[in-house]
């Protein structure tokens, strides 16, 4: 295998731990969790790992700045802010929405990292005109960053492309290779499933690795990302490593439904009660925190899944991806405080 080089933005092998309560909780076989909410760099997460490639790729290749998209409260760009502060690059957010006057959650930590965080209002563009008024400004971006010497190495959406994914395939043989759990059998390893890179990454891992567990994708989208791009995605990755392994449409296994998603109802980062329910469950049988973005909701089709016997018994490991700081925004914080108020004395 053609191997891609890669630096310590955080730190990778990590965790994997049993949640004993959970498993007596359910009584269906055994439960673990992989911790990569504990990858360190700027509160951790899963695109630590991405990173680890795509800032390698941007020094090597002479890149001073790094430029990503996300969402309001994306995770990705605040590691990828993280990640340049850490190796002295500039770095650049393009958000789609207006400028919030209250930095919350991700995008205080965005600030305080010193991320040039740019919002594009698209507010009554169709889909087609906002993604060409988002290109528009990153191209103009761009451009000027040229005449002032700079060379920026844009980073699409969620760090999935297929340098990002190597991450994910990596993660692969660090859970076969870890020692302290070489001897249990993991039949299943459940993860939230955005914008795929994580998804194509562990696909593909697990086939070229002979992984004896499979890959069961959680949608967070009620739209999912497209199965199609997934494929390509890992199938790109294994022509650019210059393997023979392929993944094809029958490897994927998202649950939910491909279009309006039960899981991902009532939407990206929104919550509904059983949603949040799930949430205080692994809070209060573990003491591990989940976000209501992605993990909340991949824990949430977890248990539906286990409620309707879908592991029959197996072992499952769930893949904490992290997504913290997104909890302590208003609109989630509301909807805790209402839910949980009986847990408050005055005296
Ligand atoms: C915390 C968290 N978990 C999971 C995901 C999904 O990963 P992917 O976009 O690679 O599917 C993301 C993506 O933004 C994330 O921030």
């Not at 959970?22 to 992989?34: P, Q, W």
């Not at 009554?124 to 191209?139: G, H």
């Not at 089709?301 to 286990?306: Q, T």
Request: net charge negative; aromatic share 10%; charged share 25%.
């Amino acid at each position: 295998m053609q191997e891609l080089n890669r630096i310590n933005v955080g730190r990778i092998n990590t965790p994997i731990e049993k949640l004993n309560n959970l498993t007596k909780y359910f009584n269906k076989g055994d439960i673990y969790i992989k911790r990569d909410d504990l990858t360190g760099l700027a509160m951790g997460g899963n695109k630590t790992r991405k990173l680890d490639y795509l800032v390698n790729y941007a020094l090597d290749n002479g890149y001073n700045t790094l430029l990503t998209y996300g969402a309001m409260q994306t995770n990705h760009g605040r590691l990828t802010i993280g990640a340049a502060a850490k190796y002295n690059l500039n770095s650049i957010l393009v958000i789609e929405g207006k400028a919030p006057e209250l930095l919350e959650g991700n995008l205080a930590l965005d600030a305080m990292m010193n991320g040039e965080i740019v919002f594009v209002d698209t507010e009554d563009l169709a889909e087609e005109e906002a993604k060409n008024k988002v290109q528009e400004v990153v191209d103009n971006i761009i451009y000027e960053r040229k005449q002032q010497n700079d060379k920026v190495l844009a980073i699409p959406m969620g760090g999935s492309n297929t340098i990002g994914a190597f991450g994910y395939m990596q993660c692969i043989k660090e859970i076969i290779d870890d020692e302290e759990w070489k001897d249990e059998t993991i039949d299943y390893l459940v993860c939230p499933y955005g914008t795929a890179g994580t998804y194509a990454g562990l696909v593909l891992g697990a086939k070229y690795y002979k992984a004896n567990f499979v890959i069961v994708g959680i949608p967070v989208f009620v739209e999912p990302f497209d199965v199609h791009e997934c494929v390509k995605l890992a199938n790109n990755l294994a022509i650019e490593l210059d393997i023979e392994t392929r993944v094809t449409i029958d490897d994927l296994i998202i649950e939910g439904g491909l279009h309006n998603n039960r899981f991902a109802l009532p939407g990206y980062g929104k919550t509904n009660k059983e949603q949040r329910e799930a949430m205080y469950l692994m809070a209060r049988q573990e003491g591990i925190i989940l976000d209501p973005v992605y993990t909340g909701k991949m824990f949430y089709g977890f248990c539906e899944l286990m409620n309707e016997n879908y592991f029959s018994n197996s072992n499952v490991m769930l893949l904490h991806t992290g997504g913290y700081p997104g909890l302590f925004t208003s609109k989630h914080i509301k909807d805790i405080s209402d839910d949980l108020k009986d847990c408050i004395k005055q005296y």
